[in-house]
Nanobody, 123 residues
């Protein structure tokens, strides 16, 4: 069973920093793109940052210059370093991955989501 497990959320004051981690586990053959989304209360889920297996990263305009996405392919892990946090960054942050799962002698492409981790920016 392939799964993504996030960690690192919590309460932080405005202007502070947090680092989110997301580790993929299970019968993974390969991972393509990975990313972070967020959903504030009463809002739709939105893309925060994405990182492909090869190529350039992509950020929402609202976080450019403040957040950095990175990945460690050896650990099947993606990170989101968040800085200069604002109250409007408060949301549940979800990890996402497009990956190929190995099932016996076959392979299957899957879009997988983590369970979410709450980030609260407040004084």
């Amino acid at each position: 069973q392939v799964q993504l497990v996030e960690s690192g959320g919590g309460l932080v004051q405005p202007g502070g920093s947090l680092r989110l981690s997301c580790a993929a586990s299970g019968s993974i053959f390969s991972i393509n793109g990975m990313g972070w989304y967020r959903q504030a209360s009463g809002e739709q889920r939105e893309l925060v940052a994405a990182i492909p297996s090869v190529g350039s990263t992509n950020y929402a305009d609202s976080v450019k210059g403040r957040f950095t996405i990175s990945r460690d392919n050896a650990k099947n892990t993606v990170y989101l370093q968040m800085g200069s946090l604002k109250p409007e960054d408060t949301a549940v942050y979800y990890c996402h991955a497009g990956l190929v799962e190995k099932l016996g002698g076959s392979y299957r492409y899957r879009e997988v989501w983590g369970q979410g981790t709450l980030v609260t920016v407040s004084s």
